[in-house]
């Protein structure tokens, strides 16, 4: 049959080339990844729906029935949201008991059962990232949900990002174990199990996501955190929206929040810059509360009791900090002047400061990102409305202001600028913003200082960080070499061994991986053991290596740098790989990554020795040359 078609032969041949081809691409990666993110984002999204309904319910029990206090509700979660809102309390003087009685309870369960569950959880989860290798308790995520619960139910100024966020972590270090993956990977789940359970509770995936992989560093990037986070947050998100349905958390009128005049940018640069300066005081207001906590000498249980009485005492006059307080910034966003006129606002920004960081300094569960989303939206607020009173930038509506006061503010209190726009985008439901919020961003986090941030466990980069210790490690690494490294393998087989003799040998060795050699000890290619399991049972005995075997492998040298060896293991997801000698190319090992790191540790500890040595060699002769010097006293 002939054809006209032009480049027909040539179709042809690609066609036959790429049936031809024998693709050795392993997809293990991925299909692990994909299993663990959505796992993770089922838990994620299941825990975002139990904490939801969780501080619904204490919130009823101690502040509606209580108090006679019932917060208004975000716009994502309004039936009508034409509603206007009434603030009346029956019984105000109940406000103060109340809060300590749920910071006692908050005491006495964290204490007793789990001490991490206090505090603000996106922190312990970067904490259990760096330093605990990505281990976090099992009981974490109940402890933590029952103690956030109360917290906020009671009154307890924070959000639920942050214990959203933890529990699924936790669930990520389990499964970790669960799974059996190593160091690194457990850290991964932590990560990406964080990112879900925010992007979850707050209807923003994508942010969510990019966030678990920017909060870790001050100025720096988890790259490998963010594809497991992209699943694992996508599937909670649709876990949690499945039942509160999709609505984004907050209403915004999306025909006036936009971007027309270059001359709006000036008014965005002010809020940048205010941001950047009421963040720092937010942080320093903070961290000296919760360490005149830390100081006090009371029982510890009782610590956010006190904490919890002094924030009620606010309450009594500023209701609006008590809670979540997102329901407050709904208002401001609806520019309900009646309930917050411009000194409100002002009294807003100061006295949720100070509630967020007495309920969390004391000891209280909750997260810090909801009440900094707060905060930021109320100095936008201010601004915009202030400006407006003066006749100035009035075609600017003050949604559009509040927006870019929220994102701005959080990017400088976390030290996270792209998953901060990224979230007031999603939160926007577009980019009309997109400009404004960079150019804010940007300005309020180089003004606010690199260490000006809400999570203490931050570090800098990964240089800094005990996780990514051995990638830093070059001037050690670059002068070992693979041949004191390497460990002789029994496992090595011809290509016509069958897949079952294969796998009874691996079972036997306790192997993961089979090296493919000919008679003559050449490599001609591996096997790895998770690849067998593929084959159904009646054909193991059938198929043989030589059709399944990586013929391509990733190998080094005896003579190669254990640096250059590190190198291609951890950029090719490996954990042991083939050796080979220099000269005929023969197989004569393997090295593993553990074997690498001991005989690394081992070179350290030789090197800490000689430096100790040297040291105190130094100071002998150091005080020698003292006793020397000294003059001598000729009455002794």
Same mark, same amino acid.
């Given at each position: 049959?002939?054809?006209?078609?032009?480049?027909? *032969?040539q179709?042809?041949?690609?066609i036959?080339?790429?049936? !031809?081809?024998r693709?050795n691409?392993?997809?293990?990666?991925?299909?692990?990844?994909?299993?663990i993110?959505?796992?993770?984002?089922?838990?994620?999204?299941?825990?975002?729906?139990?904490?939801?309904?969780?501080?619904?319910?204490?919130?009823?029990?101690? +502040?509606?029935?209580?108090?006679?206090?019932s917060p208004?509700?975000?716009? =994502?979660?309004?039936?009508n949201?034409?509603? /206007?809102?009434?603030?009346?309390?029956?019984?105000?003087?109940?406000?103060p008991?109340?809060? =300590?009685?749920?910071?006692?309870l908050?005491?006495?369960?964290?204490?007793?059962?789990?001490p991490? $569950? @206090?505090?603000?959880?996106?922190?312990?989860?970067?904490?259990?990232?760096?330093?605990?290798?990505?281990?976090?308790?099992?009981r974490?995520?109940?402890?933590?949900a029952?103690?956030?619960?109360?917290?906020?139910?009671?009154?307890?100024?924070?959000?639920?990002?942050?214990p959203a966020g933890?529990?699924?972590?936790?669930?990520?270090?389990l499964?970790?174990?669960?799974?059996k993956?190593?160091?690194?990977?457990?850290?991964?789940a932590?990560?990406?199990?964080?990112?879900?359970?925010? #992007?979850?509770?707050?209807?923003i995936?994508?942010?969510?996501a990019?966030?678990?992989a920017?909060?870790?560093?001050?100025?720096?990037?988890?790259?490998?955190?963010?594809?497991p986070?992209?699943?694992a947050?996508v599937t909670?998100y649709?876990?949690?929206?499945?039942?509160?349905?999709?609505?984004?958390l907050?209403?915004?009128? +999306?025909?006036?929040?936009k971007?027309t005049?270059?001359?709006?940018l000036?008014l965005?640069?002010?809020? #940048?810059?205010?941001?950047?300066?009421?963040s720092?005081?937010?942080?320093?207001?903070?961290?000296?509360?919760?360490?005149?906590? $830390?100081?006090?000498?009371?029982p510890?249980?009782? &610590?956010?009791?006190?904490?919890?009485?002094?924030?009620?005492?606010?309450?009594?006059?500023f209701p609006q900090?008590?809670?979540?307080?997102?329901?407050? +910034?709904?208002?401001?966003?609806? %520019?309900?002047?009646?309930?917050?006129?411009?000194?409100?606002?002002?009294?807003?920004?100061?006295?949720k400061?100070?509630?967020?960081?007495? !309920?969390?300094?004391?000891?209280? *569960?909750?997260?810090?990102?909801?009440?900094?989303?707060?905060?930021?939206?109320?100095v936008?607020?201010f601004?915009?409305?202030a400006?407006?009173?003066?006749?100035?930038?009035?075609?600017?509506?003050? $949604?559009?202001?509040?927006?870019? #006061?929220?994102?701005?503010?959080?990017?400088?209190?976390?030290?996270?600028?792209?998953?901060s726009?990224?979230?007031?985008s999603?939160?926007?439901?577009g980019?009309?913003?997109?400009?404004?919020m960079?150019?804010a961003?940007?300005?309020?986090?180089?003004?606010?200082?690199?260490?000006?941030s809400?999570?203490? /466990?931050?570090?800098?980069?990964?240089?800094?960080?005990?996780?990514?210790?051995?990638?830093?490690?070059?001037?050690?690494?670059?002068d070992?070499?693979?041949r004191?490294?390497?460990?002789d393998?029994?496992?090595? +087989? *011809?290509?016509?061994?069958?897949?079952?003799?294969?796998?009874?040998?691996?079972?036997?060795?306790?192997?993961?991986?089979?090296?493919?050699?000919?008679?003559?000890?050449?490599?001609? =290619?591996?096997?790895?053991?998770? %690849?067998?399991f593929?084959?159904?049972? @009646?054909?193991?005995k059938?198929? %043989?290596?030589?059709?399944?075997?990586?013929?391509d492998?990733?190998?080094?040298?005896?003579?190669?740098?254990?640096h250059?060896?590190?190198?291609?293991?951890?950029?090719?997801?490996l954990?042991?790989?083939?050796?080979?000698?220099?000269? @005929?190319?023969k197989?004569?090992?393997?090295?593993?990554?553990?074997?690498?790191? !001991?005989l690394?540790? %081992?070179?350290?500890e &030789?090197?800490?020795?000689?430096?100790?040595?040297?040291n105190?060699?130094? &100071?002998?002769?150091?005080?020698?040359? @003292?006793?020397?010097?000294?003059?001598v006293d000729?009455? &002794?």
């Amino acid at each position: 049959m002939k054809t006209d078609l032009p480049y027909y *032969s040539q179709l042809v041949s690609i066609i036959r080339t790429l049936k !031809t081809m024998r693709w050795n691409l392993d997809f293990s990666y991925f299909r692990k990844w994909i299993l663990i993110g959505f796992l993770l984002g089922v838990v994620a999204g299941l825990g975002a729906i139990a904490l939801f309904l969780s501080v619904e319910f204490f919130t009823a029990i101690f +502040l509606q029935i209580g108090t006679g206090y019932s917060p208004p509700l975000p716009g =994502g979660f309004q039936d009508n949201l034409s509603y /206007s809102y009434d603030l009346f309390i029956e019984r105000p003087w109940l406000i103060p008991p109340i809060c =300590g009685l749920g910071g006692l309870l908050v005491g006495l369960i964290t204490t007793k059962f789990s001490p991490e $569950s @206090e505090g603000h959880g996106t922190d312990a989860v970067i904490d259990a990232y760096h330093h605990k290798r990505g281990n976090i308790r099992g009981r974490v995520p109940l402890v933590k949900a029952v103690a956030s619960s109360i917290t906020i139910g009671s009154g307890g100024s924070g959000g639920t990002e942050g214990p959203a966020g933890q529990i699924a972590a936790a669930f990520g270090s389990l499964i970790g174990k669960l799974f059996k993956l190593d160091e690194d990977e457990r850290r991964i789940a932590v990560a990406a199990g964080l990112g879900a359970g925010i #992007g979850s509770i707050f209807k923003i995936p994508l942010g969510g996501a990019v966030f678990s992989a920017e909060v870790l560093y001050r100025r720096d990037f988890e790259v490998r955190a963010l594809i497991p986070g992209l699943v694992a947050s996508v599937t909670g998100y649709t876990v949690f929206g499945f039942v509160f349905g999709w609505d984004r958390l907050f209403s915004i009128p +999306l025909d006036l929040v936009k971007y027309t005049h270059p001359a709006s940018l000036i008014l965005y640069a002010i809020v #940048g810059l205010a941001s950047a300066a009421v963040s720092v005081g937010y942080v320093k207001t903070f961290y000296m509360i919760s360490d005149y906590f $830390s100081r006090i000498r009371i029982p510890k249980y009782l &610590k956010p009791a006190v904490g919890g009485v002094l924030v009620g005492m606010i309450g009594i006059v500023f209701p609006q900090i008590l809670g979540t307080s997102y329901g407050w +910034l709904q208002i401001a966003i609806n %520019k309900d002047y009646s309930l917050l006129p411009l000194y409100m606002l002002a009294a807003v920004i100061v006295f949720k400061i100070l509630a967020t960081s007495l !309920t969390i300094g004391s000891g209280g *569960s909750a997260g810090v990102f909801g009440p900094s989303m707060v905060i930021g939206g109320m100095v936008g607020a201010f601004i915009g409305t202030a400006f407006h009173l003066m006749g100035l930038f009035t075609w600017i509506d003050v $949604s559009s202001v509040i927006i870019v #006061g929220m994102v701005s503010f959080f990017g400088a209190t976390a030290k996270t600028p792209i998953s901060s726009i990224i979230m007031g985008s999603e939160l926007t439901g577009g980019y009309a913003l997109l400009a404004p919020m960079m150019l804010a961003t940007f300005i309020a986090y180089i003004m606010s200082g690199q260490h000006n941030s809400i999570f203490r /466990s931050q570090v800098l980069n990964r240089s800094d960080s005990p996780a990514h210790r051995m990638e830093y490690q070059r001037p050690i690494l670059s002068d070992l070499y693979v041949r004191d490294a390497v460990k002789d393998t029994t496992n090595k +087989l *011809s290509k016509d061994v069958s897949i079952e003799e294969t796998l009874q040998i691996m079972n036997r060795n306790n192997s993961k991986m089979i090296l493919v050699v000919n008679d003559e000890d050449m490599l001609q =290619g591996v096997v790895y053991k998770h %690849k067998l399991f593929e084959f159904p049972e @009646e054909y193991r005995k059938a198929v %043989k290596l030589e059709s399944i075997m990586i013929t391509d492998p990733f190998f080094a040298y005896s003579s190669d740098s254990l640096h250059n060896a590190l190198v291609r293991l951890s950029s090719n997801d490996l954990q042991e790989m083939p050796v080979l000698s220099n000269e @005929e190319n023969k197989v004569i090992g393997i090295i593993t990554i553990s074997d690498l790191v !001991t005989l690394y540790d %081992k070179e350290v500890e &030789k090197i800490a020795k000689i430096m100790n040595r040297s040291n105190i060699n130094t &100071k002998n002769d150091e005080m020698n040359n @003292e006793s020397k010097n000294k003059p001598v006293d000729s009455k &002794k």
